[in-house]
């Protein structure tokens, strides 16, 4: 038995709904009020400045990192500035689940504001590479500390009619960031430098903080009533253990990628010992059967992971293609992306409605398809050298998919778990979330490091790439078949 293994989702589903779990007769009864009305609006605030800022940083940073890889020699390595700061992700996520369960969600987002606004310093400030991956890393521990204790808050502060929509809002959060992060990112990077980008992050970080602070006695009379979590501490502990060691395997094969030869290597075998550690150790921080693609939660799981795998391995290497491919600035670039993000807010915002309550599973498999669409969209517009301005319009399916399928996700995982053990589900849930993103650009990164040329000549490396991960997105379909209970 694992160490977050929630109990079957039928008896999940009758502790969270109070009956038979059936995902086709879920209760409909109306809302209690809005996200935004008095009861709930200090915590929402908290959680859209929270969502806000992290929003900002990652749309920021992947129009920026062009420059910064030049500057610092790391173009071959170009993934890895991503990886690394998923890889530690991870480790912040399983230790936030645990921390969350124990103490409340309070802690953990302490913490994880401190070490995101350092880790963002460290990187404008380093000189070479490995001081940027390290401060990459510092950063993504304090955002897997945040994010889980972001779902803890969602899953105890308001009833499950209202989730669908704080979601939706969450996702919504991502609209300004998304649509302004790229073109700011664009102008500080060409009018300054790449530095001020992470720089100007640490800023919102620190407003944030004082919202979190101030809102601190709402978030914390949510806990009151929860009953304890059905973890013991050597079950807490395990967990613990397990999230290093996942880590440090997604380390080992983000180290042993990101600079491949087509040739036997050190690289290589290291590469090798970390997949069989991710193999051995991601087994014991997910539900059971979470591979088998079993019914109910395993399914909410693996889908979650191959939604991400398949999304986050191609976008990553959009802006490089656009840069040094079809000779687009980075202004344009970050544009490109910025609406595409429009279609996740989108895709978000129609989940969120009512009507799609005891159906949400369907939309995963909506979700998936249009997310496979879109990637061969990208595929055909990078082989036959199309306009590159309609990648935007190929985002923007991508990004619908992904908001109908991925917050629909986070609103089922809550459905099928009891408020004692949200903490353990919403860390194996953002677990499979970044587990997913480490493997998709690990994966996209072992086949440009190997086959990348200095000629500039890449066309033929990013279509595999991203050929095979619209294989990994058509399996969505499948898993959201799945879900229903």
Not at 354 to 368: A, F, K, Q, T, Y
Request: net charge positive; with cysteine.
């Amino acid at each position: 038995m694992s160490a977050t293994t929630p109990r079957p989702a039928s008896q999940d589903a009758d502790l969270a709904q109070g009956g038979r779990p059936d995902l086709d007769h879920a209760s409909t009864a109306p809302s209690p009020g809005g996200v935004f009305d008095p009861a709930y609006a200090l915590v929402s605030l908290a959680l859209v400045a929270l969502i806000t800022v992290i929003a900002f940083e990652g749309m920021a940073v992947s129009t920026a990192m062009p420059a910064a890889a030049r500057e610092l020699d790391a173009v071959r390595s170009y993934g890895l500035a991503f990886s690394v700061m998923l890889t530690t992700q991870l480790l912040g996520i399983v230790l936030a689940g645990v921390w969350c369960d124990r103490s409340g969600p309070l802690p953990s987002l302490y913490l994880g504001q401190v070490l995101f606004a350092v880790g963002c310093g460290v990187c404008g400030s380093s000189t070479g590479f490995g001081v940027f991956l390290a401060g990459r890393g510092v950063a993504g521990l304090g955002a897997g500390l945040i994010i889980v204790a972001g779902y803890v808050v969602i899953g105890r502060a308001y009833p499950e009619s209202l989730r669908p929509k704080v979601f939706s809002v969450i996702s919504a959060a991502w609209v300004l960031p998304s649509l302004l992060g790229p073109p700011i990112s664009a102008w500080v990077t060409t009018t300054f430098s790449w530095r001020w980008v992470f720089w100007l992050v640490v800023v919102p970080v620190v407003v944030a903080m004082v919202a979190v602070v101030a809102r601190r006695g709402q978030i914390r009379a949510a806990d009151e009533g929860v009953e304890a979590s059905g973890r013991d501490h050597r079950a807490h502990a395990r967990a613990a253990w397990s999230g290093l060691l996942i880590a440090a395997s997604a380390g080992a094969l983000q180290w042993g990628t990101h600079d491949l030869a087509l040739r036997w290597s050190v690289q290589g075998v290291v590469a090798l010992v970390g997949v069989a550690g991710i193999a051995a150790t991601a087994p014991l921080l997910l539900p059971k059967g979470t591979w088998l693609m079993r019914r109910g939660l395993p399914s909410v799981m693996v889908a979650r992971f191959l939604f991400t795998c398949s999304f986050f391995g191609t976008i990553t290497y959009i802006p490089l293609m656009l840069v040094n491919e079809r000779g687009l600035s980075l202004g344009a670039a970050g544009t490109i992306l910025a609406v595409g993000s429009l279609g996740w807010s989108a895709g978000s915002w129609v989940q969120g409605r009512d009507r799609w309550s005891g159906r949400r599973h369907r939309l995963v498999s909506v979700g998936g398809a249009l997310l496979t669409g879109g990637l061969l969209a990208v595929v055909a517009i990078t082989h036959f050298g199309w306009n590159p301005y309609l990648v935007a319009v190929a985002l923007v399916a991508c990004g619908t998919g992904m908001g109908l399928g991925t917050a629909s996700l986070s609103v089922l995982s809550l459905l099928l778990t009891p408020p004692a053990d949200h903490g353990s589900t919403s860390s194996s849930l953002q677990l499979a979330d970044v587990l997913g993103s480490v493997l998709g650009i690990a994966a996209a990164g072992a086949v440009f490091a190997a086959l990348h040329t200095q000629a500039g000549r890449d066309v033929p490396v990013y279509v595999a790439m991203w050929l095979g991960l619209s294989v990994v997105s058509a399996l969505v379909v499948v898993a959201g078949r799945r879900i229903r209970t």
